[in-house]
């Protein structure tokens, strides 16, 4: 069976011989999309059907994001089949081959005629066999709400609280996902409420993911979902993303409650992380590690060294990179290990010298080459990179390609009513791409790296920008469900704006690293440190107009919240104090 890209000459191969394209969708680490190539795409009987009446197109759901969110049905594998132009026809997950035989049949026997009688006639005739996916239960009706309001943000809450578990912790019935976000969500609502129910439930969640089977005590790291609500039954591919949004929410944890256990499975995550996935080449982190149910459940490291480990999918997701590097800087201050924030800057560098473009913005993967420029999800990813950079590690480098980004995103991926679409519009997309898509979850992290661009930057257009984005979904945001908890925590900036430390100092002055470690190693829900050198950066210093410490001080602290000002010091023990006397004052 030939396989095509997805590309101008398979769908023109299509319209000569008058014939569907059958699209199959595949993840490189997914267990049932190999099942499905090595039993039902392999039957003699399939691959003459396939190759006599139809054009075959395989895509890689993670090279191609965009194609995904347009042809997926509910999980993968995806088999959709389309017309010429690539119009979906109709759709189905995993089938036997008696299934598909049956159904490549009805589908090449109407189409010639019947084009536009096959998504009805075929939907009413097969019912197919649908796979998990990571979208979790169905969307809630939607509700319409024009403001930005504190109601917004106790609403969100409100609907984590309810769809969560109340036993296990996580989100979902048939199958259990954790939810990074909606975790961090909930952390920082508690620590400005003090609310113990929303703590129960960080705490309940990230204690039941880390004792159930879903967490891999041997060699660290989360398996990416579970079958069962207790965390058992996962299946056993592991993702780059996946882990390290999860390495987020356990190092923030350990960070706010300084339980012990949380920081070792930090530790757990962040050496199968460095272990398995991180590429030296690059010194960027390959995307997934495949699943072996029989290599998971060895015990012992000699076991699965005699066993031999999984593949890993080689490829660089730029996002998921992106994710990687957020995570590896908080835990360099959280963990107090600077070896962090070395291969975090690394990695952060081998994205922007090999898939930044200041023309067409940052490219989604690498694979010896840069591939699919233009994506939100890689915009907002990386553009929070850039910014985490500069807040954890005082490297203002990456200040000029933020602003940079930012406006390029701006400009060709910004929609009238304020959102960003999910791609750049294309005059010769084709299909499902001809409609250009509005993600609330990247729209919600792009909103928030504006916002905290702008207060960087003290420039208030990224910060109009941000709430634009956010106003574009405050009439319809809750028919996305437990997905939403990304969109309560950009709201939840503007409302409770970030304690600003601005520390001026020369960079790699002791004085000034160690009020940028006093600045970030406490917990603190909205923050962002900000280091500026007076030689360096003495363009910026002279835009925000703070003063040039007495050369005998070297380094000066400045604590301040919008547009108050409230303390300064050059004493980093003092600086915990004067932080958290502007929070509680907010």
């Given at each position: 069976?030939?396989?095509?890209?997805?590309?101008?000459?398979?769908?023109?191969?299509?319209?000569?011989?008058?014939?569907?394209?059958?699209?199959?969708?595949?993840?490189?680490?997914?267990?049932?999309?190999?099942?499905?190539?090595?039993?039902?795409?392999?039957?003699?009987?399939?691959?003459?059907?396939?190759?006599?009446?139809?054009?075959?197109?395989?895509?890689?759901?993670?090279?191609?994001?965009?194609?995904?969110?347009?042809?997926?049905?509910?999980?993968?594998?995806?088999?959709?089949?389309?017309?010429?132009?690539?119009?979906?026809?109709?759709?189905?997950?995993?089938?036997?081959?008696?299934?598909?035989?049956?159904?490549?049949?009805?589908?090449?026997?109407?189409?010639?005629?019947?084009?536009?009688?096959?998504?009805?006639?075929?939907?009413?005739?097969?019912?197919?066999?649908?796979l998990a996916s990571e979208e979790g239960e169905g969307p809630l009706p939607a509700q319409s709400t024009d403001e930005l309001s504190s109601d917004l943000v106790e609403e969100v809450l409100d609907t984590l609280a309810k769809t969560s578990d109340p036993v296990h912790g996580g989100w979902g019935t048939r199958h259990k996902f954790p939810h990074p976000e909606a975790l961090h969500f909930a952390t920082v609502r508690w620590s400005q409420t003090g609310d113990p129910d929303t703590l129960n439930l960080v705490l309940r969640t990230l204690r039941h993911m880390q004792e159930g089977e879903i967490y891999?005590?041997?060699?660290?790291?989360?398996?990416?979902?579970?079958?069962?609500?207790?965390?058992?039954?996962?299946?056993?591919?592991?993702?780059?993303?996946?882990?390290?949004?999860?390495?987020?929410?356990?190092?923030?944890?350990?960070?706010?409650?300084?339980?012990?256990?949380?920081?070792?499975?930090?530790?757990?995550?962040?050496?199968?992380?460095h272990e398995t996935l991180l590429d030296l080449n690059t010194q960027a982190f390959r995307g997934s590690q495949d699943a072996d149910s029989e290599y998971a459940h060895k015990k012992t490291r000699e076991a699965r060294e005699r066993h031999g480990a999984p593949d890993c999918d080689p490829t660089i997701f730029t996002n998921w990179n992106a994710h990687a590097v957020i995570s590896l800087l908080k835990a360099s201050v959280v963990l107090d290990e600077d070896r962090y924030r070395v291969q975090a800057l690394a990695t952060l560098d081998f994205l922007m010298d090999n898939l930044w473009d200041a023309r067409a913005g940052m490219y989604h993967y690498w694979d010896g080459t840069y591939n699919l420029p233009g994506l939100l999800t890689d915009q907002a990813a990386t553009l929070r990179a850039l910014i985490e950079a500069m807040h954890y590690a005082g490297e203002n480098r990456y200040l000029e390609p933020a602003v940079q980004l930012a406006r390029k995103t701006i400009e060709h991926l910004g929609a009238d009513d304020g959102s960003f679409f999910d791609t750049r519009y294309d005059p010769k997309a084709r299909g499902g791409l001809r409609e250009r898509e509005s993600s609330i979850l990247d729209n919600a992290a792009m909103a928030e790296a504006?916002?905290?661009?702008?207060?960087?930057?003290?420039?208030?257009?990224?910060?109009?920008?941000?709430?634009?984005?956010?106003?574009?979904?405050?009439?319809?945001?809750?028919?996305?469900?437990?997905?939403?908890?990304?969109?309560?925590?950009?709201?939840?900036?503007?409302?409770?704006?970030?304690?600003?430390?601005?520390i001026v100092g020369p960079n790699g002055a002791d004085r000034t690293r160690a009020l940028r470690k006093a600045a970030l190693q406490p917990y603190v829900a909205n923050r962002i440190v900000q280091s500026i050198d007076p030689e360096t950066d003495a363009e910026l210093l002279e835009h925000i107009g703070l003063p040039v410490p007495d050369p005998e001080i070297v380094a000066r602290a400045y604590v301040h919240q919008g547009r108050e000002s409230y303390a300064e010091t050059s004493k980093p023990e003092r600086l915990p104090a004067l932080m958290s006397r502007a929070e509680r004052s907010n």
């Open positions: 069976m030939q396989w095509h890209d997805w590309n101008d000459e398979a769908f023109e191969r299509a319209r000569e011989r008058n014939c569907p394209v059958l699209l199959f969708l595949r993840a490189s680490w997914c267990r049932w999309c190999r099942e499905l190539e090595e039993h039902t795409l392999a039957d003699p009987r399939v691959v003459q059907l396939l190759t006599e009446r139809f054009v075959g197109i395989q895509v890689d759901k993670d090279r191609r994001p965009d194609i995904d969110a347009r042809y997926r049905r509910g999980g993968w594998p995806t088999l959709a089949w389309l017309d010429s132009e690539g119009e979906l026809l109709t759709g189905a997950n995993y089938l036997e081959p008696d299934e598909l035989i049956a159904r490549l049949d009805l589908i090449a026997e109407r189409y010639p005629e019947h084009k536009a009688e096959i998504a009805a006639g075929v939907a009413r005739d097969f019912e197919s066999t649908t891999d005590a041997v060699e660290g790291g989360f398996y990416r979902y579970a079958t069962r609500a207790d965390w058992s039954g996962p299946h056993h591919e592991k993702m780059l993303d996946a882990n390290a949004k999860r390495l987020m929410a356990y190092v923030e944890a350990y960070q706010a409650l300084g339980d012990e256990s949380f920081k070792k499975t930090a530790e757990g995550i962040l050496n199968w992380m504006l916002l905290r661009l702008g207060h960087m930057t003290r420039n208030e257009d990224f910060g109009a920008r941000g709430r634009a984005v956010l106003q574009a979904f405050a009439g319809d945001y809750k028919r996305y469900g437990h997905f939403i908890a990304g969109y309560g925590r950009a709201v939840d900036l503007i409302l409770h704006e970030p304690v600003h430390v601005t």
